[in-house]
């Protein structure tokens, strides 16, 4: 059964610096999304891509975040200048259009 | 996309069927019901979801009501790696638009 991957599962990052996760979506789908979820908290939006540019995307999404799909199967979330609070599950998300959400199994990120 | 309301847990015998509701009175015409669940802090996993017939696949049944105001997902054997947090999430036919979860309601499997 195709699934959306993601890497790394886990990564730990200092405050400041860069970080990129990635994602490959289900080979036919057309929406690929950015969620996270702080611990404890609920799964929150980010960013929604379709047709190589940003559809939608949350007040959290704002200018240290960035998306990219760089070669056509990967698709990229990049947090330029890590805080402490951006400590959290990140999901990746991809669909066919009108259709099913499916999401990937998260890459943790902790910022220390 | 209309707001859902659903107890925020329950507990379920294994073996037993586990029936979880959600209420979305404000649902339009136009709107899915979804359900997913999220194990740990695994990803959210579809379920089933329908727009107004009952729908059953190999996972769970999705019973809706006739006037569209509440749903229930129902687990027909639950196992113990059913325990998860359950989501129901209203989202609108042929909508791009993301989806919005709530608290969902975390369901405990017991022997």
């Known amino acids: 059964e195709p699934e959306v991957t993601q890497t790394p599962s886990h990564q730990v990052t200092q405050m400041g610096q860069e970080v990129i996760l990635r994602c490959v979506p289900i080979s036919n789908h057309l929406y690929f999304y950015w969620y996270r979820q702080i611990l404890g908290q609920k799964v929150e939006f980010l960013v929604s891509f379709y047709n190589n540019e940003i559809s939608e995307k949350s007040e959290i999404f704002d200018d240290q975040f960035s998306v990219e799909r760089p070669d056509g199967s990967n698709f990229t979330l990049k947090i330029r200048s890590t805080k402490l609070e951006d400590s959290a599950m990140y999901f990746c998300a991809s669909s066919f259009p009108g259709n099913t959400i499916y999401f990937g199994e998260g890459s943790w990120l902790t910022v220390v | 996309d209309a707001k859902t309301t659903q107890p925020p847990s329950m507990d379920c015998a294994e073996g037993r069927a586990a029936n979880l509701p959600c209420n979305h009175s404000t649902i339009s015409g136009n709107e899915y019901v979804y359900w997913y669940r999220q194990i740990h802090s695994q990803g959210p996993q579809y379920i089933i979801h329908?727009?107004?017939n009952n729908e059953t696949n190999e996972m769970a049944s999705l019973i809706i009501t006739e006037d569209r105001k509440s749903s229930t997902l129902i687990l027909p054997h639950a196992t113990l790696r059913d325990t998860a947090v359950y989501y129901c999430i209203v989202r609108g036919v042929g909508s791009q638009g993301n989806l919005i979860f709530g608290k969902g309601t975390k369901l405990s499997v017991k022997p």
């Open positions: 329908g727009l107004k």
